[in-house]
């Protein structure tokens, strides 16, 4: 038997898999004690069942990451057969090499505490730049499902005439595969990243962008200003509109406001991190994928 349940973060997405799923969903009590202690209750039996933890490493990354923990110990501690844990988002892993001497490698140390708390990860398009695959810091079972056939599905119905661009090197890992799938063309722009805020873009590729809908695609979207840069560089170009997809929409320190006044004329996200964006839906990804953990028909 399964049972699904979420924390703080990730309820709609976690109500509508269990859904999917035939399953029971039983949201898990998160909360604190006066001093701040984090107070954690299951609500149903998890004893001999296979507990399926959905929840986004957003908002609030480090404390998201206590409760995955104390809820995934607990579950076992109550006799679950098998903790699985369903992070649409997951955090850190952009801290992936000690950048300036004395710096902690946050993705490492945030895959060392989960590989010794559940049984397996779910995670979509995560933040992989230095490392090769998510097995090069998780021991357990980690499956890396990607938003682009979702995102590219959305852009072909909704625009005439598109063109996509990535904002940096990286982000050739969603750009290039939408564009295929769409049959458009693709730039991915050169960045260079001078602090956490401060961002230029540049076109090494020159590609038609006159008087064609723009979409800069990235996986995350955090303070928004890679975006606002590359959306200049589309503007300086003559695009006829100029529009935003993030995977992972955070949209920190009012990026979306920001992001608006800069020009964008829309501005989406996938449902990984729960946000006015959501647009587009990444559960079917996950069901495909959790299928799987059915009892198989006799
Ligand atoms: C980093 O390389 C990512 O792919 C994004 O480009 C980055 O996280 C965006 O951050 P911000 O919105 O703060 O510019």
């Known amino acids: 038997m399964i049972i699904v349940t979420s924390l703080k973060n990730s309820s709609k997405t976690a109500k509508k898999i269990a859904k999917d799923l035939d399953c029971k969903f039983s949201q898990t009590k998160v909360s604190s004690f006066p001093d701040g202690d984090l107070y954690l209750q299951f609500k ?41 844990l369903v992070c649409p988002y997951l955090a850190y892993m952009r801290q992936d090499k000690r950048f300036n001497e004395g710096e902690c490698i946050s993705s490492r140390i945030m895959a060392e505490l989960l590989n010794n708390s559940i049984d397996k990860i779910i995670t979509v398009d995560p933040h992989i730049h230095r490392y090769k695959s998510l097995k090069d810091i998780f021991t357990i079972p980690a499956k ?63 590609i038609e962008i006159k008087g064609k809908n723009v979409i800069i695609v990235d996986d995350i979207i955090s303070t928004g200003n890679t975006m606002i840069k590359a959306c200049k560089k589309a503007q300086e170009m003559g695009a006829k509109s100029v529009n935003a997809i993030g995977v992972h929409g955070l949209f920190v320190e009012n990026a979306l406001k920001k992001m608006e006044k800069a020009g964008f004329k829309d501005i989406f996200s996938v449902n990984t991190i729960e946000h006015v964006t959501n647009k587009i839906d990444i559960t079917p990804v996950l069901l495909e994928e959790l299928k799987k953990e059915l009892p198989k028909k006799k």
């Open 144 to 206: 890396n499902l990607s938003a682009n056939d979702v995102i590219a599905d959305f852009i072909a119905k909704k625009y005439k005439n598109p063109v996509i661009i990535g904002p940096d090197w990286e982000s050739y890992q969603w750009a290039d595969k939408i564009s295929a799938r769409i049959g458009v063309e693709d730039t991915v722009l050169e960045k260079t990243r001078h602090t956490y805020r401060d961002v230029d873009v540049e076109v090494k590729k020159q």
């Open 44 to 84: 149903d039996d998890v004893k001999g069942k296979k507990v399926i933890i959905v929840e986004s490493f957003q908002p609030n990354s480090n404390e998201t990451l206590m409760n995955i923990i104390f809820a995934a110990k607990t579950a076992k501690d109550l006799g679950a057969k098998k903790i699985i």
